[in-house]
């Protein structure tokens, strides 16, 4: 059975993935509407990068849900009171996903910089919305780093020991 406190680390996970995955896509986009775009070999690069990641956190985001699920499936007949792997191989692919996307923002928005002394990158507000993301993905992999330390070390409260020792001599 999952517990609440893990529950709630999987819907703040997901939510970040939306949230950066959206401005990941929105500052891709943003480049593309300035004059010198495809002139500008920095910024074509910058533009390339923010949608591979983009890409890669839509389909890992896709990816999430689906192992989310088909665990949250199969632990419903199950009544294990410690985090179970599939909480954990879950935890692991958000932190791995989320590391990558901000990565890929953050040399972005390094390319935007080299480009702005150029052109006037500021105005669409592109190079903003890749540092949000990037640092919104560090808190984020921070968050994800604290649970997976949590899922490791954490266990079973003494109200459910004895709720299970309670189970054990019944069924004998």
């Given amino acids: 059975m999952i517990s609440y406190l893990e529950l709630l680390l999987v819907f703040i996970i997901i939510i970040i993935l939306v949230i950066v995955n ?21 910024l074509v690069i910058a533009h390339s990068r923010l949608t591979v990641a983009s890409i890669t956190g839509w389909i890992g985001l ?7 699920i088909s665990y949250i499936g199969k632990t419903t007949e199950k009544k294990d009171k410690k985090t179970s792997g599939g909480i ?9 996903l989320i590391f990558i996307v901000g990565v890929l923002c953050s040399i972005a928005s390094v390319d935007m910089d080299k480009a702005a002394k150029s052109t006037n990158i500021k105005e669409t507000g592109a190079r903003s919305l890749s540092n949000t993301a990037a640092v919104l993905s560090i808190i984020s992999g921070i968050v994800g780093i604290v649970a997976l330390i949590y899922a490791f070390v954490r266990k079973p409260s003494k109200k459910s020991k004895t709720k299970t020792n309670k189970d054990e001599t ?3």
Avoid: C, G, H
């Fill in 88 to 96: 954990i191989l879950f935890l692991f692919i958000a932190l791995v």
């Fill in 22 to 42: 959206v401005l990941t896509a929105i500052s891709s986009q943003r480049i593309t509407t300035l004059t010198d775009y495809k002139s500008n070999s920095d």
């Fill in 62 to 68: 896709i990816i999430l849900v689906i192992i989310f």
């Fill in 170 to 172: 019944k069924d004998e």
